[in-house]
């Protein structure tokens, strides 16, 4: 594909990341999963990174840049993260160590590059942000006491399954759209279906459905996939709208609920290579093989979110699943690729539009 003349401000950001692909750690003793690099790595990253600033560009709401994937928001929201008083030993690592409860910014997505309407089937997307986490960061500059992002969407794995398919998959979109779209029907359709949250081939309540990291993260010497599930009792009355911004619509009604919304957040542990392997994403890691082990509990309370204040920072934040405490770093290849790839696009839309600002939140004031 011949990448269009890029503007300046992606062209600076991405002479910025120029060298910025992540190399894998050597492992640490007693370890017990293995990452293996790519030999292209840090070359399929400035491809992606390419790539992606273009689908900004190509998929803009008139003026504004939005991300290249999950550009459309239903809203964040507010909340705790409650560590569960009987989690596992083997959990207690990380933000899972704490024995406090930490606040949380949600935001919820679809997970296109371009806006289109809740009526057309999409795999949704949920960025959580956990305010003030002690401990060694990853992210550059950041304090000992940081934010860490753990981010998911509405499918257990996705259709590619290292960096290098992702690129030829992007390739051949041109931009256009999500690489999930692909599989939509094969892969995520019958779970989601299985689960029940699922109408007519739609997700009608963000806040109704289960999310998956879909990627592997390190917790101390393991490795774990993280989900996170409507507590029981959750759901709402089923009211199904197709229309433009339905999601919106029903994630206001939700928050409007006296009880508000509330997760479980769950880690599945590496087993073997074969049955939870670390460098392709295609393959889910089956609850029969590794089971959901509770960690802690998220609560949204009742809460007014939808105002053009909140919506305007909801838009400028930025997540990134390497905003994150070393003890819990991202692993495999489509992982190494999004650290300098989610900040760059960060960057580019930030830039492109007028400067705007990039909050780092330290409560649940919308800054
Ligand atoms: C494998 C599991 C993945 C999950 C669960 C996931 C989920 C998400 C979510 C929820 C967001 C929106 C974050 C927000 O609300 O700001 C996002 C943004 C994004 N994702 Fe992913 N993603 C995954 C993999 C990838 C991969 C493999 C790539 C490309 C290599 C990618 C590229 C991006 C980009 C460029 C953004 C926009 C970042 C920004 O502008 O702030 N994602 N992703």
Redesign the pocket.
Known sequence: MILRVLPLHVAAATALFASSAYAVEPPEEGEVFREVAQSDEAALTQE?IKL?SDMVEKNHNGATRM????AK?HGCIHGTFTPDKNRPKKTRFGTFESTTAFPVWA?F?NSSGAVHSDGDADVL???LKFIGVTGVHLWPGAAEKSNQDF???SSPS?PTKDARQ?VESLKVLDGKESPLHFAFKDLVLPIVAAKGSLHGGLIVDPAEAQYW???PYKLAKNAVKYSVRPCDGQKLQINIKTDKDALRARLVEHMNQKSGACYDFYVQFFTSETETPIED?RKVWQPAKSPFVRVGRLTFPKQVFDTEKQNRFCEN???SPWRSLATQRPLGS?NR??RA??ES??KV?HAANNNAPTPEPTSIEVE
Do not use: E, K, W
Request: net charge positive.
């Open positions: 992606s992606m991300r290249a994937f999950h928001a935001r997505s997307g949920i960025a981010i998911f969407f996705i992702y990291s879909a990627s994403f934040l930025s997540f489509l690729m999004r790839l989610y696009i960060s839309r």
